[in-house]
């Protein structure tokens, strides 16, 4: 379902439960190339391991009261100050009680890009990770990406060892 319908309601930002996996892993192969976007198995064991750290935007549409889902956000929480290759396949690298929430992706519908709704989810992570008492937030981008995270407080510490999909990221932290 395309933003052209003629009505939508976006509906409260959510976490997810395992009935996402579907559409999690649909929007994950829609917004990554193959290299970088998570496995199906990969986006599993995350949702049965740290369900509450994936934020979910959908949108309800009015012709057919059907939902779709808009963007999310996930990651794991750690103590490891740096985001690792590694975490992105071991949901068992995940500690409850970590000073760090790692940011894994933020994912949007092709549909529903350049509205805010991505930076509407980020914001509610942020938050999220400020309430619950953790150092800050963690992510890696790709250098046409680090001016939109700098917008959101986060600082580019340079570039990050990550290795993931052949390409280079730079390692951003906002510290609480």
Request: net charge negative; hydrophobic share 40%.
């Amino acid at each position: 379902m395309s933003i052209l319908t003629p009505s939508f309601t976006l509906l409260p930002i959510r976490t997810a439960t395992v009935q996402d996996l579907d559409a999690l892993d649909r929007l994950e192969q829609i917004c990554f190339p193959p290299a970088e976007a998570a496995s199906r198995a990969s986006i599993s064991s995350r949702l049965a391991v740290f369900p509450d750290h994936f934020w979910l935007l959908e949108a309800q549409h009015g012709l057919d009261g059907g939902t779709q889902l808009v963007s999310f956000v996930n990651g794991m929480v750690t103590d490891q100050p740096h985001l690792l290759d590694e975490m992105y396949d071991d949901a068992g690298m995940h500690n409850p009680q970590g000073a760090w929430q790692m940011i894994f992706g933020v994912d949007t519908h092709p549909d529903y890009r350049r509205h805010g709704y991505a930076g509407r989810v980020l914001r509610h992570a942020i938050e999220t990770a400020h309430e619950q008492g953790r150092r800050g937030v963690v992510l890696t981008c790709k250098d046409r990406l680090v001016q939109f995270y700098a917008a959101f407080g986060f600082q580019d510490e340079g570039m990050s060892t990550s290795t993931h999909g052949g390409v280079p990221w730079h390692e951003m932290r906002l510290t609480f």
